[in-house]
Nanobody, 125 residues
């Protein structure tokens, strides 16, 4: 059984930075494609970023976060990170990490089998 635990959320001013972590237990993180999604109040869950499995490590980003967010994976720590820079109030949401051996589509949430509980990110203006 794979378990995902997010951390690193919090309150930050616009223009600031946060790094979210997603600790993976149960299987080696390198075997999974990992995604980050977010859901703001009253809105649908949306794709943020993803990284493919194993050494390929190809990354994908939503247009709204390109150039501001990066995704990376530390296989030794079995952890995936989402570095968020130049944060904007519209980035405020609960952020979830997700994992799947082979997601059919990186940017669609239903492609991922495993999910974390989420971490709140609030960006003040």
């Amino acid at each position: 059984q794979v378990q995902l635990v997010e951390s690193g959320g919090g309150l930050v001013q616009a223009g600031g930075s946060l790094q979210l972590s997603c600790a993976v237990s149960g299987r080696t993180v390198s075997a999974y494609a990992m995604g980050w999604f977010r859901q703001a109040p009253g809105k649908e869950r949306e794709f943020v970023a993803a990284i493919s499995s194993w050494s390929v490590g190809r990354t994908y980003f939503a247009e709204s976060v390109k150039g501001r967010f990066t995704i990376s994976r530390d296989n030794a720590l079995n952890t995936v990170y989402l570095q968020m820079n130049s944060l904007k109030p519209e980035d405020t949401a609960v952020y979830y990490c997700a994992a799947d051996i082979r997601p059919t589509t990186y940017y669609i949430g239903s492609s991922y089998h495993y999910w974390g509980q989420g971490t709140q990110v609030t960006v003040s203006s």
